[in-house]
């Protein structure tokens, strides 16, 4: 299975990936730990990417490319993979498309995880972190025994910086700008299996095996 998932911040993405990875037994591939693991490893496409790092600067596209292209060929990909967070970008998504044509292979699904903006930005302002274990609740939907404290270990329950309300739209703003483009792109290909991310979580995972089965 050869699937790419993308959804809003706050639509659960990471938690479905986590068991879209269990179940079809494909790697979990993600931009921020491939790059984590250049650079640990000081590869050259590491120690490239971190000279632009260093400067507070986006990781070029060419290089996000070379790193991907880079995980794809490893063994354990010839089954599958699960790509999330990448590509971003209708360039990336050519530059895949070209990569995976090299390598005789084919995406099976674009998984889109769609969540109405109201509703993240309610999951989102509701949310509330312990400051001591960093348990998390929400005042709505999983509220704390007593307002404001941990019930695990009666911390206090903060609410994050980038979880106020005007954090939270540009977020999803930015999201919608980037992602349009893309999803219209693997649309245009028959790949998008839209997927409503409003539902319990074992719903939404319901939801995605049935539409990849
Ligand atoms: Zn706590």
């Not at 990909?77 to 699960?82: A, D, E, I, R, V």
């Not at 999983?142 to 910086?161: A, F, H, M, T």
């Not at 839209?194 to 719903?203: C, F, L, T």
Request: charged share 30%; aromatic share 4%.
């Amino acid at each position: 299975m050869r699937l790419i998932i993308v959804g809003p911040p706050g639509a659960g993405k990471g938690t479905q990936a986590e068991s879209i990875i269990e179940k079809y037994q494909i790697p979990h591939i993600s931009t921020g730990d491939i790059l984590r693991e250049n650079i640990k490893n000081e590869t050259h496409l590491g120690k490239e990417a971190k000279k632009f790092m260093d400067h507070g600067d986006l990781v070029p596209d060419h290089l996000v490319v070379a790193l991907i292209q880079d995980r794809l060929s490893r063994e354990d990909c010839k089954n599958g993979f699960l790509l999330d967070g990448f590509p971003r970008t209708v360039a990336q998504a050519v530059a895949l498309d070209a990569q995976l044509k090299k390598l005789g292979i084919k995406l099976d699904r674009v998984i889109n995880i769609n969540v109405d903006d109201d509703l993240l930005i309610e999951r989102a302002v509701g949310r509330r972190v312990c400051k001591t274990c960093k348990a998390t609740y929400h005042v709505k939907y999983n509220p704390p025994k007593e307002e404001g404290v941990c019930d695990i270990d009666g911390g206090e329950l903060i609410q994050r910086d980038d979880d106020t309300e005007k954090t939270v739209k540009n977020r999803i703003k930015v999201y919608h700008e980037q992602t349009a483009p893309l999803v219209d792109y693997y649309r245009a290909q028959g790949l998008i299996l839209n997927i409503d991310g409003s539902k319990a979580i074992g719903d939404v995972f319901d939801q995605i095996v049935k539409g990849l089965a």
